[in-house]
Structure formats: structure tokens, C-alpha cells
């Protein structure tokens, strides 16, 4: 079975600030069409979680161009250039090659 | 756009039952496959199974396979998720979650708990 790894579990970061978050797969997320099979949420406190990235470094409709993201085949990261309050919450990595599978997140904190 | 309201709260025995539903409003309803999920407090989003709306086809996560039935009614745009023989284990959040293409799940509904205990 695939298994889904984020690095760091936590972040504490202050305002203005870049984080970086890392997520590797036991196998390859890239189809025979080029695109990675790999997903980035954010889950705010209390909330559903929201879509970010798609297919490893497309940003969703409506998402901040301080969110970037980056990879292929098994290693991805997610990076924020300068973190801001609001992104406080919790970062999920999702395989989405086969069966959809999450990593384990990465609360980000605001120092 | 597409949004999704999910059905409210929900407590039950163990051994029973459960049935949420999840109402799409939007025309983008009928290009979606509609995902289901569930996260306990403090872990990460689990997926169970989708329905392409369309089509009406089905798959479910191995481990739900026996209990697990995902259903539409396009009269209403509304999708189902019935989960059979609970267990206090079932005890989550439930979330769905509509997939329009590759471009990940977007949006999702509210949530609906669901709390198993006897």
C-alpha cells in the first residue's frame, strides 16, 4: 500500500515569513500523461478542508499566489513565501493517482 | 459555483445504521463525481468512496466495501452515503466532496457528525 509522509508535523512561523512543507510517497504520482497526482489542502480551524494546489503545482481558483508548490514522482513541497495569519491551520498532502490517501498534515502556528 | 450542504448531526447505537445526504446546488452537479470522507478528531481525512453523478458508478475503499452504499437522486441533486453495522470506531466527522476533472476536491460540504455510542 502507498504511504504518504509530511515533514515537518509542525510549523511555528512568524508573520511575514516563508514556511515550506514536505510530502513524499512510496510511489510515483506521475501518470503516463505528465501530471503528479498530488493535491494540497488547507483545513482551517473548525473548517472543511479547501483545495490549494492540483496536480502537484497548479494553484485552485481563488488561491493566493503567495502558495506555491513544486515535485514530481515522489517528493513534493509546498511553500509560502510570506505566511500570513489566515493561513493558520492544518496541511494535507493528498495521493490522488489510485485510492485518494492523506498524509498525516502539518499544523502550521503563527509565532 | 457549486455548493454542497450536507444533512445535520447525527447520534447512533451500535450495530445500526446511517444515512447522509449531501445537496449540490450548481450545473456543474451532473460533470461531478461526488466523494465521501470522514476524519475522527485529530487524524486525517479518510476517503470511503465516490459516485460519478452521471453515470451513477460507484467505488468504495476496501475497507468499506461491505457496509458502504453511495447513491444520487438527480431529481433532487442530492447524493447518499448509508454505512451499515456501526461501530464506536465510525465515530467522525463525514464530509462530501464534489471532483469536477483532476483539479482535487473542490467544493466540500460542511461535515456531519456522527457519533456511535450506546
Known amino acids: 500500500d502507498i504511504v504518504m509522509t509530511q515533514s515537518p508535523l509542525s510549523l511555528s512561523v512568524t508573520p511575514g515569513e516563508p514556511a515550506s512543507i514536505s510530502c513524499r510517497s512510496s510511489q510515483s504520482l506521475l501518470h503516463g500523461n505528465g501530471d503528479n497526482y498530488l493535491h494540497w489542502y488547507l483545513q482551517k480551524p473548525g473548517q472543511s478542508p479547501q483545495v490549494l494546489i492540483y496536480l502537484g503545482s497548479q494553484r485552485a481558483s481563488g488561491v493566493p499566489d503567495r502558495f506555491s508548490a513544486s515535485g514530481s514522482g515522489t517528493d513534493f513541497t509546498l511553500k509560502i513565501s510570506r505566511v500570513e495569519a489566515e493561513d493558520v491551520g492544518v496541511y494535507y498532502c493528498?495521493?490522488?493517482?489510485?485510492?485518494?490517501?492523506f498524509g498525516q498534515g502539518t499544523k502550521l502556528e503563527i509565532k | 459555483q457549486m455548493q454542497l450542504v450536507q444533512s445535520g448531526p447525527e447520534v447512533k447505537k451500535p450495530g445500526t445504521s446511517m444515512k447522509i445526504s449531501c445537496k449540490a446546488s450548481g450545473i456543474t452537479f451532473v460533470r461531478s463525481a461526488i466523494q465521501w470522507l470522514r476524519q475522527a478528531r485529530g487524524q486525517r481525512p479518510e476517503w470511503m468512496g465516490w459516485i460519478v453523478v452521471g453515470s451513477g458508478k460507484t467505488k468504495y475503499a476496501e475497507k468499506f466495501q461491505e457496509r458502504l452504499t453511495i447513491t444520487r437522486d438527480m431529481s433532487t441533486s442530492t447524493v447518499y452515503m448509508e454505512l451499515s453495522s456501526l461501530k464506536s470506531e465510525d465515530t467522525a466527522v463525514y464530509y462530501c466532496?464534489?471532483?469536477?476533472?483532476?483539479?482535487?476536491?473542490?467544493?466540500w460540504g460542511q461535515g456531519t457528525l456522527v457519533i456511535v455510542s450506546s
Open positions: 466532496a464534489a471532483e469536477i476533472g483532476d483539479l482535487g476536491f473542490d467544493p
Open positions: 493528498m495521493a490522488a493517482l489510485q485510492t485518494p490517501l
